[in-house]
């Protein structure tokens, strides 16, 4: 059979185009596509929940020069234990990049005969008098997280952040009545690791908090929070959380004292945008 030298000619063409296109087919490797987990898609994210914790707290308050009784309010006031809503509020400009707030408003209140005589704030308070005791925490975070390592399993990141601790306590009795108030913003450092057990489920564990030393033995503080939770995410927007929280806040201010440790469980959900 006789090649016609035009087909020659395109057939010396098409193998030219060929021989070098093998090689680059072989070496190309399709780009992986993320594949994030339900729940990691969002620019705002908001939750609201109760804890229902349990309460160790004791404080202390002195004023013109007579030192306070160490009062721990459940013996000797007869607070019980409570539960309180919580609100969180994320905001996320970026995949790695949070800012976090947190409120968590904490309030006691119980009357209750005392079984001792204990002093506060100055004042004398018998044994075998009625007291009335108000107890208000108010427990801020405003925070930023920085995810440094992000993948679709999940993340590990640290974070920076101020807690605002306003404490406010009131006895009240027939005869006297006297208040003490604690407050200021104290910065914290710490960590956080949520990992995807499935695609729509993850355990979140977060810890942060700050060790002030002792200053001339008149100024002292600390304040550790330990959070983890589940998340179960029904869509992208919509999930539910469960989970366990530890609060221990202790303080020295000159001579006024306070010891904070209330942990226990919690649940909410969460809406995302």
Known sequence: ???????????????????????????????????????????????????????????????LGIPGTDIDVKKDLGIVDQNFPEFHLTLRPGRKHK????????????????????VFNGQEYTIGIPVKSDLEWKAWRFGYEYDFIYRDWGFVGFILEAKYTDVNATL????????ARAQGPIPAAGGIVRVYVVRNVSVTGELSGIDIPTIQDKYQAHYTELNIYGTWNFINNVGAQFGYRLL??????????????????????????
Request: charge should be neutral; hydrophobic fraction near 45%.
């Open 1 to 63: 059979m006789v090649i016609k030298p035009a087909l020659r000619l395109y057939a010396c063409l098409l193998l030219t185009l060929l021989v070098p296109a093998g090689p680059a087919l072989a070496q190309y490797t399709p780009r992986s596509v993320s594949n994030p987990a339900i729940g990691e898609t969002y620019h705002v994210e908001g939750a609201i929940g109760f804890w229902f914790p349990t309460a160790d707290i004791t404080i202390s308050s002195e004023s």
């Open 248 to 273: 221990n806040v202790g303080y020295m201010f000159k001579e006024d004292t306070g010891s904070f440790i209330v942990d226990g469980l919690h649940f909410g959900v969460v809406a995302r945008f």
């Open 172 to 179: 009240t009795s027939p005869f006297v009545s006297e208040y």
């Open 99 to 118: 800012f976090r707030f947190q409120l968590i408003p904490l309030s006691y209140n119980a009357q209750h005969t005392l079984t001792r005589t204990i």
